[in-house]
Every structure is written in C-alpha cells, then in structure tokens.
C-alpha cells in the first residue's frame, strides 16, 4: 500500500513547512489550498510527481464535496490527513460579530473536516489503517483568550469531533489526535495588533513566542507508526505555559 498524506491549508506556514519535513516518508503528498501557492509550487518544482496540488473552496459546501471527489478520483487514497484550515484570526467583541463570522469559520474548519472524514474513514478502516491530526488551538486547554468567540467555538467543535471519532473509530486501525498549540508567530496572525502579538511573547515563561519549527516534530510524531497507541488525544505544545 504507498503511504499518502493529504494535507487541507497545505499553503499555510505549518503546510509548507510539513511538507518540507516529512516529504521523503511518503509517496505522494495532495496539498489543499485556495489561491497563495507561490510556495507550493516552488516545492512542485523540487519533488516532481510526489507532490499534488489541489484546490478546493471550503466555504462552499458543494465546492468541497467536489474537492473530495477529485481526491478519490486521483486514485492516490490518502493513509495520513492532516487538517489545517481556520477562518482569519480576528480580534472581534462578541457584541459586533454577527452570525456569518461564525458560520465562516465552522464551514472552513468543521464542514470540511466532516465531509472529507465521511469519505475517507470507511476506506481507512477496509485498509485497517490511518492517521488523522486536526490543528486545535490552546483556546481549548483552559482559559481562551477575548475577542476571538467563532474562532474559540470552532476549535471547540473539531476537538469534540477529534474526542468523538477517535473511540468509534479506534477498533479500525485509525487514530485521530489534536494539536493544540500556543500562538505561532505566522501569516495567520497578520489582521492581529502587533502589540497583542509582543504581550502573548512577554507574558510566556519562554518570553517568545512559538515558531512553525517547534510544532512541527509532533505532527511528524502523531503521523508515525510511534503513535500507533495513541488517539483522542490533545496534545499541548505551551511554550512554557502551564494549562
């Protein structure tokens, strides 16, 4: 069986970056993205064939539905997922958002996450085998922090997915974990105050921080047969920080 990975928001930093890493562990590498694929495609250059880019519009549930269609249609059945997606990271008090910010980013996160499991989860568990890592938040290991209530809810609810498929689908040969990190200095922070970016740095015990580089090595532990024994798991990565 050749070893697949799909990664969803392959052109984000962590993407780009796992890609990067852990290429050579696999066959072929079916990176999602939507528009921003300067990086893509300068790896494309460099591992040929390995690499496949797929586009696929999340907020659009028709469009994703169509982007799993053109996985299973590739013929390259994934054996690894690793769900990256998120809406924009915004500071927003809860009494100026509105109902669509919310629904924005449980379609890019959640609906996506559900509608690509459907497929792909019977297909792993004929195989008896498969890896499956959702990118959480530290939001949802203790306190989370304001102004960020769709963002907050929604990686609620992939953590709830992540706890609720592990158990039925651990007879299977599948684990399914979650990472949740602390604020990772990328392009995903770029609507957010430079300010608010420098505190989170000063109020860690490391007084930085968290690069791509230090969350990377438990996505590559997570999609390795180590972690055979492990699912259902949210695994922190605090920089220092007790939750």
Not at 24 to 37: P, S, T
Not at 174 to 190: A, H
Not at 210 to 217: A, C, F, G, Y
Request: some cysteine; proline content about 4%; overall charge neutral.
């Amino acid at each position: 069986m050749s070893k697949v990975l799909l990664i969803t928001g392959a052109s984000s930093d962590i993407g780009i970056e796992l890609i990067n890493k852990i290429h050579n562990n696999y066959d072929f590498i079916i990176a999602h993205h939507i528009g921003d694929i300067e990086k893509l495609i300068e790896y494309k250059e460099k591992l040929g064939e390995k690499l496949i880019l797929v586009e696929g519009n999340f907020l659009n549930e028709e469009d994703t539905e169509k982007f799993i269609d053109k996985i299973i249609e590739l013929g390259h059945i994934p054996t690894d997922f690793v769900h990256l997606p998120a809406g924009k990271y915004e500071n927003i008090k809860f009494n100026k958002i509105n109902w669509k910010k919310f629904e924005t980013d449980i379609n890019i996160c959640l609906r996506s996450l559900v509608i690509i499991l459907t497929r792909l989860l019977p297909i792993m568990s004929k195989n008896k085998y498969g890896k499956v890592v959702v990118m959480l938040s530290s939001c949802t290991l203790n306190i989370p922090p304001k102004y960020v209530s769709s963002y907050v809810t929604s990686k609620y609810a992939l953590l709830g997915l992540v706890k609720a498929l592990s158990q039925e689908y651990a007879s299977k040969g599948i684990t399914i974990n979650g990472i949740s990190p602390t604020m990772i200095e990328t392009k995903f922070l770029e609507n957010i105050p430079n300010l608010i970016i420098e505190q989170n740095a000063m109020n860690s015990p490391t007084g930085t921080n968290l690069k791509v580089s230090d969350v990377i090595p438990t996505f590559e532990f997570l999609l390795s047969d180590s972690s055979n024994s492990i699912t259902g798991q949210n695994i922190a990565i605090t920089n220092g920080n007790i939750m």
